[in-house]
């Protein structure tokens, strides 16, 4: 069972940047879809950016689409997701995700997905 732990949230003013983090050990996901979801108070946790494994192809949701970033280092077993013009409505707790079976999944499905961090909290407050 592979291990995510999430790092990079915090407190930032509208339009202002983040670089949200998440490393995986226990085994490689190189051969896995990885995602990013987010869920706001009294929210369903929803689709932010997923990436393959093959680094070719990324996919976001319209929400973010334009101001965030995914990308992933397989040799580093790390993916990154780079927040810019953050808005209020960004603010969740961010979640980054494996995909439950190797290569290609249903990417914007939660339930695609095997294993979670713990999420980080993104706050977008002036």
């Known amino acids: 069972q592979v291990q995510l732990v999430e790092s990079g949230g915090g407190l930032v003013q509208p339009g202002g940047s983040l670089r949200l983090s998440c490393a995986a050990s226990?085994?490689?996901?190189?051969?896995?879809?990885m995602g990013w979801f987010r869920q706001a108070p009294g929210k369903e946790r929803e689709f932010v950016a997923a990436?393959?494994?093959?680094?070719?192809?990324?996919y976001y949701a319209d929400s973010v689409k334009g101001r965030f970033t995914i990308s992933r280092d397989n040799a580093k077993n790390l993916v990154s997701l780079q927040m810019n013009s953050l808005k209020s409505e960004d603010t969740a707790v961010y979640y980054c995700a494996v995909g439950k079976r190797p290569y290609y999944i249903n990417y914007n499905v939660a339930s695609e997905y095997g294993s979670w961090g713990q999420g980080t909290q993104v706050a977008v407050s002036s």
């Open positions: 226990a085994r490689s996901t190189s051969s896995y879809f």
């Open positions: 990436i393959s494994s093959s680094i070719s192809s990324t």
